[in-house]
């Protein structure tokens, strides 16, 4: 009778081991985060001045690279605002991502002419599809890098474009106010601190910006 309830109990013990390996199982994977949303702060974001049409090219379109231009052989002003960050992430498995980031900035321009100043606040906003890899993850932190290509929207000042119309066109020149281009962000390191409320910090380059601070939620 004994000899034949032992086969009996290692089954039960084997079933046991399985059912409590299951439930590990279920318990990482209920652990796992596929849903990822977020915002960020970019400053010095760049791309919308290397495709600008040819027929908004003029001194006043500079690369804007440190945020601040004027030049001796060019007396207008920019000033670039830093960029505002909003993401969307569907973590596939724990080191792929894929989503959507949308990024707004402004330009402020001033061009100083013989009759008066022309001023105004060219708005832009950029939409990239982007894929995210986290290539190292510790309890409370992951590292990654991601690629984002997409397009950018740009609003040109009334003011700005009247200058563009009437001055660097001549009168008969006639410009649109919107424009759209082809962009791309490059992150070169990422890391997230936290678990399922975290702060982020990226260093890359594009219109989100060149040095990244914000704060994401997965769920």
């Given at each position: 009778m004994k000899k034949s309830l032992f086969p009996?109990?290692?089954?039960?013990?084997?079933?046991?081991?399985?059912?409590?390996?299951?439930?590990?199982?279920?318990?990482?994977?209920?652990?796992?985060?596929?849903?990822?949303?977020?915002?960020?702060?970019?400053?010095?974001?760049?791309?919308?001045?290397?495709?600008?049409?040819?027929?908004?090219?003029?001194?006043?379109?500079?690369?804007?690279?440190?945020?601040?231009?004027?030049?001796?052989?060019?007396?207008?002003?920019?000033?670039?605002?830093?960029?505002?960050?909003?993401?969307?992430?569907y973590n596939i498995t724990r080191k792929h991502?894929?989503?959507?980031?949308?990024?707004?900035?402004?330009?402020?321009?001033?061009?100083?002419?013989?009759?008066?100043?022309?001023?105004?606040?060219?708005?832009?906003?950029?939409?990239?599809?982007?894929?995210?890899?986290?290539?190292?993850?510790?309890?409370?932190?992951?590292?990654?890098?991601?690629?984002?290509?997409?397009?950018?929207?740009?609003?040109?000042?009334?003011?700005?474009?009247?200058?563009?119309?009437?001055?660097?066109?001549?009168?008969?020149?006639?410009?649109?106010?919107?424009?759209v281009g082809p962009t791309a962000q490059l992150?070169?390191?990422?890391?997230?601190?936290?678990?399922?409320?975290?702060?982020?910090?990226?260093?890359?380059?594009?219109?989100?910006?060149?040095?990244?601070?914000?704060?994401?939620?997965?769920?």
């Amino acid at each position: 009778m004994k000899k034949s309830l032992f086969p009996l109990f290692i089954l039960l013990l084997l079933c046991g081991k399985v059912a409590r390996g299951q439930e590990t199982n279920l318990n990482t994977n209920e652990s796992f985060k596929h849903h990822e949303i977020g915002f960020s702060i970019g400053i010095m974001p760049e791309g919308e001045d290397f495709w600008r049409p040819a027929s908004l090219m003029g001194p006043i379109y500079e690369p804007d690279f440190f945020h601040y231009r004027t030049t001796p052989d060019s007396p207008n002003q920019s000033y670039k605002v830093g960029a505002f960050n909003f993401h969307y992430f569907y973590n596939i498995t724990r080191k792929h991502s894929v989503g959507a980031v949308v990024s707004t900035t402004l330009l402020k321009v001033t061009i100083p002419t013989s009759s008066r100043d022309y001023r105004g606040i060219n708005t832009y906003m950029t939409l990239n599809a982007t894929y995210k890899f986290t290539y190292k993850s510790f309890p409370n932190i992951d590292f990654y890098l991601g690629v984002g290509i997409g397009a950018t929207f740009g609003i040109e000042a009334k003011e700005i474009n009247e200058f563009t119309r009437t001055i660097w066109l001549g009168d008969d020149g006639i410009t649109d106010r919107f424009f759209v281009g082809p962009t791309a962000q490059l992150t070169l390191l990422g890391m997230r601190v936290g678990k399922a409320k975290a702060a982020n910090i990226e260093l890359g380059f594009g219109p989100e910006g060149i040095l990244e601070v914000g704060y994401s939620y997965n769920f």
